[in-house]
C-alpha cells in the first residue's frame, strides 16, 4: 500500500480535530465545518466528471475498491455526519471565506497551482474547475444550514 501525499482531508480533518477540542462555539470548529462539507462534495462526484479517476487512485495508492470506499466513508461521509450532531453554534460568511482561503492556499502550497494532479490522479483542467466550483458551494452548506437567520 502505497501512502498518499499531503492530501486536503489531511488539512480539514485536522481542522476539525481541534475544532471539535475547542468546541462547537469556536471560530475554527465553523470553518473547519465548511471544508468539510466543501471537500466532500467534491470528492464524491468526481465520478461524474471522470468515470477513471476513483480507479486510477485506488491504483496510484495500491488499495482494493473495499478499502477505498470504507476510507471515503471514514474519512469524508462520517465527518459530515459528525458536523451534522454537533452542528457549529454560529456560522458566518466569513467562515466561508476563511475555508475556500485554506483550501486555496493549501492547493499553492503542494502544487502551486489549482491543478493538484500530482496529489491526487491527473484530471483534464475543465474537470479541475468543476470540482473547485462544487468545492467552494459545498462550503456554503454549513453557513446555509446552520446560520443565525
Same mark, same amino acid.
Given at each position: 500500500?502505497?501512502?498518499?501525499?499531503?492530501?486536503?482531508?489531511?488539512?480539514?480533518?485536522?481542522?476539525?480535530?481541534?475544532?471539535?477540542?475547542?468546541?462547537?462555539?469556536?471560530?475554527?470548529?465553523?470553518?473547519?465545518?465548511?471544508?468539510?462539507?466543501?471537500?466532500?462534495?467534491?470528492?464524491?462526484?468526481?465520478?461524474?466528471? #471522470?468515470?477513471?479517476?476513483?480507479?486510477? $487512485?485506488?491504483?496510484?495508492?495500491?488499495?482494493?475498491? @473495499?478499502?477505498?470506499?470504507? =476510507? !471515503?466513508?471514514?474519512?469524508?461521509?462520517?465527518?459530515?455526519?459528525?458536523?451534522?450532531?454537533?452542528?457549529?453554534?454560529?456560522?458566518?460568511?466569513?467562515?466561508?471565506?476563511?475555508?475556500?482561503?485554506?483550501?486555496?492556499?493549501?492547493?499553492?502550497?503542494?502544487?502551486?497551482?489549482?491543478?493538484? #494532479?500530482?496529489?491526487?490522479?491527473?484530471? $483534464?483542467?475543465?474537470?479541475?474547475?468543476?470540482?473547485? @466550483?462544487?468545492?467552494?458551494? =459545498? !462550503?456554503?452548506?454549513?453557513?446555509?444550514?446552520?446560520?443565525?437567520?
Amino acid at each position: 500500500m502505497n501512502f498518499e501525499p499531503f492530501v486536503f482531508t489531511h488539512v480539514f480533518l485536522s481542522l476539525m480535530t481541534v475544532g471539535f477540542m475547542l468546541g462547537t462555539q469556536s471560530f475554527l470548529w465553523s470553518v473547519s465545518c465548511n471544508s468539510a462539507f466543501g471537500s466532500t462534495l467534491s470528492f464524491s462526484l468526481i465520478p461524474l466528471f #471522470d468515470k477513471t479517476a476513483y480507479r486510477r $487512485q485506488r491504483l496510484k495508492l495500491d488499495i482494493s475498491v @473495499t478499502y477505498f470506499y470504507f =476510507g !471515503h466513508f471514514m474519512l469524508h461521509i462520517l465527518p459530515c455526519a459528525l458536523i451534522m450532531y454537533y452542528p457549529p453554534q454560529s456560522v458566518s460568511i466569513l467562515h466561508v471565506w476563511v475555508a475556500h482561503i485554506i483550501q486555496i492556499g493549501w492547493a499553492y502550497c503542494v502544487q502551486g497551482s489549482v491543478f493538484v #494532479d500530482d496529489i491526487y490522479v491527473p484530471l $483534464q483542467k475543465q474537470t479541475w474547475y468543476k470540482l473547485w @466550483t462544487l468545492a467552494f458551494m =459545498g !462550503h456554503y452548506i454549513p453557513f446555509m444550514t446552520f446560520r443565525e437567520m
